[in-house]
C-alpha cells in the first residue's frame, strides 16, 4: 500500500489530463496513472489533429479561445456561426436522436467555456484554417462547425496538457497499468496497478476512469462490433484494450450506449496495425466526397456525397470493412486535385495513377478491372452537369439513374491524369461504454452512483451512437474530465 491520494485518475489523454487539472483545482494529492511508456502516452488524444468542437456565436466568442487571432486574420476570414442549437442538431441528427439529452445538453452548452478554461489552463488554440476552411477569393470561410484546433495538433495538446500538470504538482506514473479497482460495500478506494514489473495497491479517496475504449482489443472488436472487426486497422493507440471498461462492470457499473457501434474511416490499405505516431492521422484519406468508390467488384457501393465529410467520414469505415476483401479505391480526376487533403501527399501512401480509365482500371489491385471501367462510365453518363460543382455548399449536383446515387459533388471523370487510393477500414474508437450521471459518477446496474467513481472521455457510453460529428471527441473528453474531476475532488 502507497500513500493516500485525494484523486487517482486512469489514463493521460486528453480526457484524464483534463480531470487531473480539474481535481487540482480544489485538492493536492492527485495521481495519474498511464499505461504506455512516456514515449507513447496520451492514448488517441495524441494521434488527433487536435480539433475541437465549440458552439460559438461569432467571432468574440472565438477570441476567448483563441486571444492571439490578429485583426488581419479576423478581415480575412469568415468564421460565421456554430450556435449551441446547431451543435445540438447536428448531435441529434447523426446519432439518430438516441444521444443521451442531458449529457448531450452539457457536451454543447459547456463546450466553449471548458476549451476557455483549458485556454485559461494554458493550452494554446488556432483556427483550423488548413483544414476547415476553403479560400474563396482571397478570404476564408469555415464550414462544418469546426473551427478551434490545438496547437501542435494531437501531440501538442498532450505535451501541454501533460506540461501543465507537472506544474501543477500532479504525480503522473507511465508504464502503470491500471488491473481492479478497490472496493467494499462503502464504494471504491483505489486501484491496483502493475508498475515497474509490481502489482502495487494504490488508496485514493475516489478514482476517474479515462481510459479511452476497447478498439485496440480484436477479441472485443469480434465480440461486440461484429464477424470481421478483427480485421480493422487501429487508427490510433495501442493501449485502449477496454481492459478498464471491464474493471468497472467488474464491480457493478452498468454498461450503456450503441456497443456494437464505432467510429472508423477510410484508412491506407496498407497502414500498420495500430498508430504510427510518425504518421499521426496522415493514413486517413477524407477526400472522398470529390471521389468515386470502387470495390473488389469494380462496384460503387456507398453515395460518397451524402453530406459533409464531418457527418459521413466516422460511419464509412464500416461501409468499407463490408465490402468483399475489405477495401476500396477512391478515384479522383485532375479537376480535383487540388482540392485532396494534406493525408494524400504523405509519402506512405497506396497510390496509383493513369492517363485513361482503361489504364487506370488494370491498375487498381485486387478490382475486376473490367466491371470497375463500365461502373465508372455509367457513373460519369449519368451525372447532372446542369448543375454547377460548389465543394462549399451541399450543391446537389448529383447522378441520376444509378442505383447507388451520389447526391452533391458529382463531377465527370474525365480528365487526366487519373489518381486512385486504396483504403480499408481504420477504427477510430468505440461507442459502447460506462453509464455516468450528469456529475461524471458511474452508475451501477442498480441505477445508483457508485460511490468514489467517475469516468469520462472514451469509455463512456450513451453519447455517440452509429455516427458522429467530427471534432465531438476531444470536446467530449475535455467537459467530461473538467466535470468527473471536479465531482472527483468533491467526493
Ligand atoms: C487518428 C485519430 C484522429 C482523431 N482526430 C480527432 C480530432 O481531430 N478531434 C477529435 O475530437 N477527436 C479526434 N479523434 C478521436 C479522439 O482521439 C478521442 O475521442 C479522444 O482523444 C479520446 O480521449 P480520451 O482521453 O477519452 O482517451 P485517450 O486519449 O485514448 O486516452 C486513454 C488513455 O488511457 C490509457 N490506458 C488505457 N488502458 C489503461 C490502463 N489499464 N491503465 C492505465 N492507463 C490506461 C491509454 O494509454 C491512454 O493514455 C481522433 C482519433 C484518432 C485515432
Given at each position: ?286 477526400s472522398y466526397p470529390w471521389a468515386v468508390y470502387i470495390?473488389?467488384?469494380?462496384r460503387r457501393f456507398v453515395d460518397e456525397g451524402a453530406d459533409f465529410r464531418?457527418?459521413t467520414?466516422?460511419?464509412y ?13 477512391q478515384i479522383f480526376d485532375a479537376k480535383v486535385?487540388?482540392q ?17 480509365l ?17 461502373e465508372l462510365k455509367a457513373y460519369n453518363a449519368a451525372v447532372r452537369q446542369d448543375i454547377p460543382f460548389n465543394p462549399n455548399v451541399k450543391d446537389g449536383r448529383c447522378t441520376q439513374g444509378l442505383a447507388i446515387p451520389k447526391s452533391n459533388w458529382a463531377n465527370t471523370l474525365d480528365t487526366?491524369?487519373f ?73
Amino acid at each position: 500500500m502507497t500513500d493516500q491520494y485525494d484523486v487517482i485518475v486512469v489514463g493521460a489523454g486528453n480526457a484524464a489530463l483534463c480531470a487531473a487539472l480539474s481535481a487540482a483545482e480544489t485538492k493536492k494529492k492527485i495521481l495519474v496513472l498511464e499505461r504506455a511508456p512516456e514515449e507513447e502516452s496520451g492514448g488517441n488524444s495524441r494521434f488527433t489533429a487536435g480539433l475541437f468542437r465549440v458552439a460559438y456565436d461569432g467571432v468574440d466568442d472565438l477570441k476567448k479561445v483563441m486571444p492571439d487571432l490578429t485583426r488581419e486574420e479576423i478581415e480575412r476570414t469568415d468564421f460565421g456561426t456554430y450556435t449551441a442549437d446547431q451543435f445540438l442538431d447536428d448531435m441529434a441528427r447523426v446519432t439518430e436522436f438516441r444521444c443521451d439529452p442531458d449529457l448531450t445538453e452539457i457536451l454543447v452548452k459547456r463546450s466553449l467555456p471548458t476549451v476557455t478554461w483549458m485556454r485559461e489552463k494554458g493550452v494554446r488554440f488556432t483556427a483550423a484554417w488548413g483544414r476547415q476552411a476553403f479560400n474563396i477569393g482571397g478570404r476564408f470561410k469555415f464550414w462544418g462547425g469546426l473551427t478551434v484546433e490545438a496547437v501542435g495538433g494531437g501531440p501538442g495538446l498532450v505535451e501541454g496538457l501533460t506540461q501543465i500538470a507537472r506544474k501543477t504538482g500532479i504525480e503522473i506514473w507511465y508504464g502503470a497499468r491500471a488491473l481492479s479497482l478497490i472496493f467494499d460495500d462503502a464504494g471504491v478506494h483505489g486501484v491496483r496497478v502493475r508498475h515497474e514489473g509490481k502489482t502495487k495497491e494504490i488508496k485514493g479517496k475516489s478514482v476517474v476512469l479515462a481510459a479511452g475504449g476497447f478498439q485496440a482489443n480484436p477479441e472485443m472488436r469480434a465480440r461486440y462490433l461484429g464477424p470481421g472487426w478483427e480485421l480493422a486497422k487501429v487508427r490510433g493507440t495501442r493501449f485502449n484494450t477496454g481492459d478498464v471498461i471491464r474493471m468497472a462492470l467488474d464491480i457493478g457499473a452498468a454498461p450503456v450506449g450503441n456497443w456494437s457501434g464505432c467510429h472508423a474511416v477510410a484508412w491506407d490499405r496498407n497502414a500498420p496495425e495500430f498508430g504510427d505516431l510518425a504518421v499521426g492521422d496522415g493514413f486517413q484519406k477524407h477526400s472522398y466526397p470529390w471521389a468515386v468508390y470502387i470495390n473488389a467488384q469494380g462496384r460503387r457501393f456507398v453515395d460518397e456525397g451524402a453530406d459533409f465529410r464531418n457527418y459521413t467520414y466516422a460511419k464509412y469505415g464500416r461501409v468499407i470493412l463490408n465490402q468483399p476483401q475489405q477495401f476500396a479505391w477512391q478515384i479522383f480526376d485532375a479537376k480535383v486535385k487540388a482540392q485532396l487533403r494534406d493525408e494524400y501527399k504523405i509519402r506512405q501512401v497506396t497510390k496509383v495513377t493513369a492517363n485513361t480509365l482503361e489504364e487506370l482500371v488494370q491498375k487498381l489491385d485486387d478490382v475486376d478491372a473490367e466491371a470497375a471501367l463500365k461502373e465508372l462510365k455509367a457513373y460519369n453518363a449519368a451525372v447532372r452537369q446542369d448543375i454547377p460543382f460548389n465543394p462549399n455548399v451541399k450543391d446537389g449536383r448529383c447522378t441520376q439513374g444509378l442505383a447507388i446515387p451520389k447526391s452533391n459533388w458529382a463531377n465527370t471523370l474525365d480528365t487526366p491524369p487519373f489518381e486512385a487510393y486504396a483504403v480499408t477500414c481504420g477504427i477510430t474508437f468505440t461507442f459502447g461504454g460506462l453509464r455516468v450521471n450528469t456529475d461524471a459518477q458511474v452508475i451501477s446496474t442498480d441505477g445508483e452512483p457508485i460511490p468514489g467513481l467517475f469516468a469520462a472521455g472514451e469509455l463512456v457510453g450513451g453519447i455517440f451512437y452509429f455516427n458522429y460529428p467530427g471534432g465531438t471527441g476531444l470536446t467530449n473528453g475535455a467537459v467530461f474530465g473538467r466535470i468527473a474531476g471536479a465531482s472527483a475532488a468533491q467526493h
